[in-house]
């Protein structure tokens, strides 16, 4: 016999038995569907709702089943001490830190202290 028309393979709900050559009619038109699309073999999934419409799911592989993508040669992968360096991670040993702010400041303070304490020589005209 023909997988075209076969008989519904689960049970219907007892409120939808009524209904029950209409359902197998549309579950008909979606196997021709998808024989017409994809060819004869395709294996493919059909969802029957509450009010006895057949809807289509997949075709081909189910969602679980799909091959793994090949990994991307160009990906970016930043290393440890780039990951520091943008900070984006605390570093391991408390000497690593880079807080420059803390002593330009320090530095200012100092020049500007030395300077104001030390006259400068009249120019030359």
């Known amino acids: 016999?023909?997988?075209l028309l076969a008989p519904l393979a689960s049970p219907l709900p007892s409120y939808l038995e009524p209904y029950r050559f209409w359902i197998w009619l549309q579950m008909v038109a979606w196997r021709l569907y998808v024989r017409a699309v994809?060819?004869?073999g395709?294996?493919?999934m059909t969802v029957i709702d509450r009010q006895g419409t057949v809807y289509l799911k997949w075709i081909g592989h189910p969602p679980h089943e799909f091959p793994q993508a090949p990994e991307?040669?160009?990906a970016f992968t930043p290393s440890k001490a780039f990951r520091i360096a943008i900070g984006d991670i605390e570093p391991?040993?408390?000497g690593e830190s880079r807080s420059f702010s803390s002593h330009a400041t320090s530095f200012s303070t100092r020049a500007l202290g030395s300077a104001q304490t030390v006259a400068m020589p009249a120019p030359d005209t």
Do not use: C, E, N
């Open 1 to 3: 016999m023909d997988t």
């Open 38 to 40: 994809k060819g004869r």
């Open 42 to 44: 395709i294996p493919f």
């Open 72 to 74: 991307d040669p160009l």
């Open 92 to 94: 391991a040993h408390p």
